[in-house]
């Protein structure tokens, strides 16, 4: 074990980062700490990272941080660039750090909402409950170094209309933001949160952020998520989610950039009659890698789950998709459909798709099915036979193959957001 210690870059990683001062349970700082002293970063060795290598994290030379003042932005700079809804509170942190001056918005009645720095240990006293941490060294190193987060509580009943938009910044280089989000949906509420991540003269830098969700009896939750930072800077997500019975909850995750991008997703449906959606979109180019991770664990009756996940690579771009859904022995009357299609632009571009199935009941209907291959050829023809360019047929085809996930975003100021970003970054028209 001592051996273990010395040689772990774990170990060497972390040692300069602060330890976080917000007041988590001594008991789970603890555990953390022990994690990380006892295991390294996974390899390609390790069953759930077999496809994504995480060495160039590693790399990340901490040691050479420095305290930095915040960026000179305003909140005009926000509104024009990074929000995407015009409604509703905004909530802005650079480098994981709470940015009062550049958030703006009126408090919705029927909720609580503030930074984790403003909480007590009684209202943190759930955060960590359902997040495994032994061998899970992303975990703990963001149980033990969070700098700040949400934590936001819908209150029984309540509707928030408008969304509410948590904006991510990441800036500098050799620089490492632990992220930590505490959010629960009383019993018959509703809400809608953003999510959006971007970087801003970063290199080399790296956001590891958590989000731990709890969804009450009859409670509808929205996540959209717009992952949007530039290659040189690595990213790790994970929403640990828990639904009650009677509940919706439904993720949507865009990611537009990136060097290397995972995102964990783990639903545990706990209660009868919940309706789990899943839908994301990653359109990569360059050497990019994202990896989509997903679990959806059905232990009660009476649920339906919909996954639907695409992806463009174009280069050398790497994509990875692997969703597991999980059927118990009592979990009966069960509807789950996973489903991931890719297209690859490139001959260098490649893709590592996994759907699976784990089923222990009798009385179900699910499925799963993957697709991978190039754009259609024939059908380039034809759109070029109608006086279209072969480079604006290539482009009508792919925005069409990823408008069935953008399709599924209800909310219209998101997915125009998003078309923009794709507009920008690969001159698609939608």
């Known amino acids: 074990m001592n051996e273990l210690i010395q040689e772990s870059k774990v170990v060497s990683f972390v040692e300069h980062l602060p330890k976080t001062m917000l007041p988590f349970n001594n008991d789970l700082l603890s555990k953390a700490s022990d994690v990380l002293k006892s295991i390294d970063f996974p390899t390609t060795r390790t069953e759930a990272w077999k496809y994504t290598r995480v060495g160039r994290i590693a790399s990340i030379s901490t040691a050479n941080q420095v305290t930095r003042e915040g960026k000179n932005l305003s909140r005009e700079d926000i509104n024009s660039t990074y929000q995407i809804s015009k409604a509703g509170l905004t909530f802005v942190f650079e480098n994981g750090v709470f940015r009062s001056d550049l958030s703006s918005g009126e408090f919705p009645v029927g909720a609580t909402i503030k930074p984790l720095t403003g909480c007590d240990k009684d209202e943190l006293a759930l955060v ?32 928030i209309e408008a969304p509410i938009q948590l904006i991510h910044l990441i800036t500098g280089k050799n620089t490492v933001s632990n992220l930590r989000n505490f959010i629960q949906i ?72 990136g060097t290397l991008v995972r995102n964990n997703l783990n639903i545990e449906v706990n209660g009868v009659n919940c309706m789990t959606n899943l839908h994301g979109a990653y359109v990569l180019k360059s050497n990019q890698h994202v990896d989509n991770h997903t679990i959806v664990d059905h232990k009660q009756p009476h649920c339906e789950s919909n996954e639907l996940y695409k992806g463009v690579m174009d280069e050398k771009s790497t ?21 991931n299609g890719n297209v690859l632009l490139s001959d260098d ?18 499925s799963h099915g993957s697709t991978t291959g190039q ?3 024939e059908a380039v023809f034809y759109l070029r036979a109608r006086g279209i360019s072969e480079k604006s047929a290539r482009h009508l085809m792919v925005a069409a193959f990823i408008g069935d996930v953008l399709s599924k975003i209800e909310n219209d100021e998101f997915r125009e957001y998003t078309h923009s970003h794709l507009q920008d970054r690969f001159g698609w028209e939608f």
């Open 128 to 159: 960590g409950k359902s997040l495994q941490l032994e061998n899970e060294v992303f975990h703990s190193m963001n149980t033990a170094f969070a700098v700040d987060g949400m934590y936001i509580s819908i209150h029984d009943k309540a509707v």
């Open 319 to 339: 994509g990875v998709f692997n969703g597991k859904v999980f059927v118990r022995k009592d979990a009966q009357k069960i509807n789950a459909f996973q489903s």
């Open 349 to 366: 571009a490649t893709v590592d798709s996994k759907p699976e199935l784990e089923i222990y009941a009798d009385d179900v209907k699910c």
């Open 375 to 377: 754009l259609d050829e």
């Open 186 to 257: 009383g019993k018959f509420a509703k809400a809608e949160i953003m999510q959006s991540f971007f970087a801003l003269d970063a290199e080399t830098s790296f956001t590891n952020v958590i989000t731990e969700v709890n969804v009450a009896e009859n409670a509808h939750l929205t996540i959209n998520k717009l992952q949007y930072e530039t290659e040189g800077n690595y990213h790790i997500a994970t929403e640990q989610v828990d639904q009650a019975k009677d509940s919706t909850f439904t993720i949507n995750t865009m990611t537009l950039d």
